[in-house]
């Protein structure tokens, strides 16, 4: 059975073929008692989409477009990872690969340099989610333990993740996903004669920080240098000490503020989680100045813009012919607006800074209410600048009388 697929490189006129210009699709097994159905992720530049197969539906569409429509695809079922690839040509070559059989949790203890190792990672055994009957194919798998997870809290010493950290288990997997989709341009990044430099401003725990680390070095095989910074103290002691007893080379953290930070060389990929309200936009300022290939970033307490809308209501109100009033009059609706205002013109600056830009949702409502990931990647080392999405964010925040951070730290 076919647990997972994942289709990339698509043909140039594929907007007419798909009806939209999609870039890549991931399609992932969703077993329940009422039978398989598979989810299918689609991403164009800007948006994702989401649907659903059942089995004849699913091999229809791979017959159809596997190695035609996509010159890349990558099926993965329980015995085999199977790839397809298509040359300009149209010769398509299959390369098959047997999956190792998963272990059962605990029943072998990881050499000693296997510390840091995912025992089988190349395993696609599924889990069980829990409240669900449906499998989940996870990038970190439950069932093999995982030393920074262990060590972290997350999983017990046998495999198993702890209950009451589910939920963060599940966000340190999508996270990943995150991370697995750009894959191609991190690597472009560990072309360059060094180790791919990575900063995670407020890396907190470093969860997300740990999480990277193990998967693009020992899953992935790529060498990183990787810097965590915090404000606080005691948390950069603990995350010191964890990377210590996991030796984990590459990877250090630091004391200190977004906004004050100089980083000894500049980064490839900027990593943010929940920077509380401007501490965002100083990372992306940095990010960008430092002409950073990939930003991940999941924005936190978007009180600045709401401030200023409060400020300027009755300005607003005034503006003949304002649609916003509606979106004023209630302060709950008033906030996320806000919140979701400060978000988009943040996507609008990056993308006049010669980004492609991805608003996504991080993990589901009912975990955070925090769960917009701002996903940027560098045009092929591009500077021009987009007029029309700086010329968009111009007329937004003059309807708003708003002026946001972002927007005057690309300035300086």
């Known amino acids: ?28 097994v969703n077993s329940s008692s009422a039978g398989c159905t598979w989810f299918v992720e689609s991403f164009t530049e800007k948006q994702a989409f989401h649907d659903q197969f059942t089995e004849e539906q699913l091999a229809e569409f791979l017959k159809k477009h596997t190695g035609s429509t996509f010159k890349n695809c990558i099926e993965r079922t329980d015995t085999e990872e199977i790839t397809i690839l298509a040359n300009k040509r149209g010769e398509v070559t299959t390369l ?11 029943t072998t203890k990881p050499a000693a340099h296997e510390q840091f190792l995912y025992g089988n990672s ?36 046998g495999g198993k ?32 004669g060094h180790p791919v430099r990575i ?37 950069i002691d603990f995350c010191s000490k964890t990377a210590e007893q996991l030796g984990c080379k590459g990877l250090k953290f630091a004391v200190g503020n977004i906004a004050e930070y100089t980083y000894t060389h500049d980064p490839d990929v900027m990593i943010t989680l929940h920077a509380c309200d401007t501490a ?30 409060n400020e300027n209501k ?5 503006e003949q012919g304002t649609p916003f009033i509606p979106l004023l009059k209630y ?33 589901d409502m009912e975990h955070t209410p925090k769960n917009l990931l701002i996903r940027a990647v560098k045009k092929d080392g591009s500077k021009t600048k987009n007029d029309t999405a700086l010329h968009e964010a111009e007329s937004l925040t003059a309807a708003l009388h708003v002026s946001p951070a972002l927007r005057g730290l690309l300035k300086d």
């Not at 989709?181 to 072309?191: R, Y």
């Not at 997300?208 to 240098?225: D, M, N, P, Q, W």
């Not at 009755?314 to 005034?318: E, H, L, Q, T």
Request: overall charge positive; hydrophobic content about 40%.
């Open 1 to 28: 059975m076919i647990l997972s697929v994942s289709l990339s490189k698509p043909v140039k006129n594929i907007e007419a073929i798909l009806g939209r210009p999609y870039q890549r699709i991931k399609i992932r």
């Open 96 to 106: 098959r690969k047997p999956v190792r059989s998963c272990q059962t949790a605990g």
């Open 122 to 157: 190349t395993c696609p055994h599924t889990d069980t989610e829990q409240g669900f009957n449906h499998i989940k194919n996870y990038l970190i798998q439950e069932g093999t333990p995982v030393p920074f997870l262990v060590l972290l809290g997350v999983m017990t010493s």
């Open 161 to 192: 993740v702890i209950a009451s950290k589910y939920d963060k288990f599940r966000q340190i997997n999508r996270f990943l996903e995150f991370i697995d989709d750009v894959l191609p341009d991190i690597q472009k990044a560990a072309t360059k």
């Open 199 to 235: 900063v995670d401003f407020g890396c907190g725990k470093s969860y997300l920080t740990f999480a990277v680390y193990y998967y693009l070095t020992e899953i992935k095989k790529i060498a990183v240098e990787i810097t965590g910074l915090d404000l606080k103290k005691d948390v």
């Open 280 to 309: 965002t936009d100083y990372a992306l300022d940095y990010a960008v100045k430092h002409n950073c290939t990939v930003i991940l970033s999941v924005p936190c307490c978007q009180h600045e813009l709401n401030s200023q809308i």
């Open 314 to 318: 009755a300005a607003i109100s005034a």
């Open 331 to 363: 302060g709950i609706i008033k906030e996320r607006f806000a919140a979701l205002v400060t978000d988009a013109l943040r996507a609008e600056y990056l993308e006049n800074a010669g980004y492609s830009v991805q608003i996504l949702e991080f993990i």
